[in-house]
């Protein structure tokens, strides 16, 4: 019998309501106890076990894949992002890597436009305020006008500017590519160096992948060109800012608040500076909520896995999922 390891935070929940397609495929699951992703020695204990992965953003390095390899044939990441593989060694080891392209780019984006909205309209401290029992009016700014800078215009990047232009915001963006002129004129963007969009945007919002490029890309340095009254907004990866740096900036009133969805240790450490600063707003890497998007990564990183292990593609109705109507519900947490 195959055996694959599940560590895809988001799918373990729901992982009963797909069993019956694994079982008819003779595929046992081995269902790894995870909050937010699993590290290299975690991931150790499941090496030369495995034919194949459902992984979340889980550190597959270099000696990891080594360990696991020849067995180990495919990991079918649930999501886009797969900076945690080693790329280069799997390739090398003729390990297959499958992930869904663009599974969150409307979710996120969506996400992105609600963090400049809060902080432009004050919207979660006048709350905060009313129910404090404190009548304070404190003033907003229309987004026509402020100026947004979009660091990485790929899928996200292109979604939270198609969205603000909505709105009337001035437009910068940066990339490290060249982005088609078709979409920079029909959106009203100007591409930038980088230096300038941090000195003349009102909110920064970044949204790159994590490479060599990006790493720290938001240091001491980038923050001090930021305005006095600029928000920075990550709801790409956690490393890609001085987390150090940024709580420094923030608590020194260099720049106005933050919006993170992603940290460079996930959970966020208890002790962490940024938790006590009431100019942050902090969500646990779930920027991308959608059900509907789930679902469909859900089924995608399924079909991908039995792709990447020689399978037909599961046959007849796919297993149903309940509706969720939005709001706040219960979190998720894994098994």
Known sequence: MLQVHVSAPYMIPVLDRFRPLFESAG?????????????????????????????????????????????????????????????????????????????????????????????????????????????????????????????????????????????????????????????????????????????????????????????????AEALSRMKPTAVLINTARGPVIDEAALAKALKDERIAGAALDVFQEEPIPPSSPLIALDNVLLAPHNANSSPQAWERVHRNTIENLFRGLGLPLPAGEWPAAKRHSGGPAPSRKGA
């Open 27 to 219: 595929i046992d699951l081995l269902v790894a106890p995870v909050q937010e992703r699993l590290s290299g020695p975690e991931l150790m204990a499941f090496a030369g076990r495995i034919d194949g992965a459902m992984c979340g953003d889980d550190a597959f390095t270099a000696s990891v894949l080594e360990a696991a390899a020849p067995r180990l044939k495919v990991l079918s990441k649930w999501g886009t992002g797969i900076d945690s593989i080693d790329r280069a060694a799997a390739k090398r080891l003729g390990i297959q890597i499958f992930n869904t392209h663009g599974a969150f780019t409307e979710a996120v984006a969506d996400s992105v436009m609600g963090y400049i909205l809060s902080f432009a309209r004050t919207i979660p401290w006048a709350d905060r305020d009313v129910k404090g029992k404190r009548w304070v009016k404190r003033p907003g700014v229309a987004l026509h006008e402020m100026t947004l800078g979009v660091v990485g215009v790929g899928a996200v990047g292109k979604a939270v500017l198609s969205r603000a232009r909505a709105f009337g915001m001035t437009l910068f963006g940066n990339d490290i590519v060249a982005i088609d002129p078709a979409f920079l004129r029909d959106t009203n963007v100007t591409m930038v160096p980088l230096e300038t969009l941090l000195e003349r945007s009102d909110f920064v919002s970044l949204n790159c992948d994590l490479n060599p490029t990006s790493l720290g890309l938001i240091s």
